[in-house]
Nanobody, 119 residues
């Protein structure tokens, strides 16, 4: 059983950079073919894929976020991190991390963390 746990601030001011960490247990983030993803859900809206980092460290970002995202990892801690710059209230959402094991579907999710952007 792979467990993912998001952590980070619940409140961020507009124009600041949001930083979230996903801590993984029960499996290594360097396991072959796995993609480690960030996904969010704004209130009243559907899920939005934000980006991912692969087992080898390659990153992918959603074009819709206009290069505001940066995803990195710390293999010694088995964690990966999302940074979202220049946040606005429209970035208010529940943020999830999830694993895609190379099959095209997400098999393990974190419980999600609420982030509110407000002054």
């Amino acid at each position: 059983q792979v467990l993912l746990q998001e952590s980070g601030p619940g409140l961020v001011k507009p124009s600041q950079t949001l930083s979230l960490t996903c801590t993984v247990s029960g499996g290594s983030i360097t396991t072959n073919y796995a993609y480690w993803n960030w996904i969010r859900q704004p209130p009243g809206k559907g899920l939005e894929w934000m980006g991912a980092i692969t087992y080898s460290g390659r990153t992918y970002d959603s074009p819709s976020l206009k290069s505001r995202t940066s995803i990195s990892r710390d293999t010694s801690r088995n964690q990966f991190t999302l940074q979202l710059s220049a946040v606005t209230p429209e970035d208010t959402a529940v943020y999830y991390c999830a694993r895609e094991p190379g099959t095209g579907t997400f098999d393990f999710w974190g419980q999600g963390t609420q982030v509110t952007v407000s002054s």
